[in-house]
């Protein structure tokens, strides 16, 4: 058994250089992102999954259909899996000037201090805890779960944000599959 967790393929506003977050706005997938979850669902045959469970945001539901008329399996949303509500930041560009830095400099700070919120936004330890419930409620069956850079990277730190440690914001790519074996929450 084993959850095997991928990030959607690129999205319209992951070529602008706009932040996501759970904005409705962020636009469907570039040819490239459909290409990029084509080739997800390739690595993906025959790994034995029994079926598809996707974040409700579009670009993750888009990608999950593509995998899913390749391996032929259903796919379920789950709201669980969204990006991290960003308030405020969503849609700004991450170059865009914001205080003493940039809108990057301000996620950036998210990452670094785990139970800061922005304006409007969920902290890197709601992230965490709202992923992590997820994967307990899913642990022990084959599936493949569509979401977000956020919430893949809170399911394979080994930080604790909730005792304040620092997350690293390691590079997903999109399209990434990651392989989580068997989930045991923390």
Not at 55 to 83: M, Q
Not at 119 to 146: A, N
Request: aromatic share 4%; net charge negative.
């Amino acid at each position: 058994m084993a959850l095997r967790l991928v990030r959607h393929g690129e999205s319209e506003w992951n070529l602008a250089g706009r932040v996501q977050g759970q904005s409705p706005e962020a636009g469907p997938l570039t040819a490239k992102g459909r290409e990029q979850a084509a080739r997800a669902a390739g690595a993906l045959a025959g790994c034995g999954a029994e079926a598809i469970i996707s974040s409700d945001l579009s670009r993750a539901r888009e990608t999950a259909a593509i995998i899913a008329a390749e391996l032929g399996l259903d796919v379920f949303t789950d709201p669980g899996l969204r990006e991290q509500d960003l308030g405020f930041l969503e849609g700004r560009r991450f170059s865009d000037p914001l205080g003493e830095g940039t809108v990057q400099d301000v996620i950036d700070g998210l990452w670094r201090e785990p139970r800061r919120h922005p304006e409007g936004g969920e902290s890197i330890l709601d992230l965490y805890e709202r992923t992590h419930r997820v994967l307990s409620r899913y642990d022990g069956r084959d599936l493949v779960l569509v979401a977000h850079g956020g919430p893949v990277r809170v399911a394979t730190t080994t930080a604790d944000p909730s005792a304040g440690e620092p997350v690293p914001r390691l590079p997903v790519e999109n399209a990434a599959v990651t392989l989580l074996g068997s989930f045991v929450g923390k």
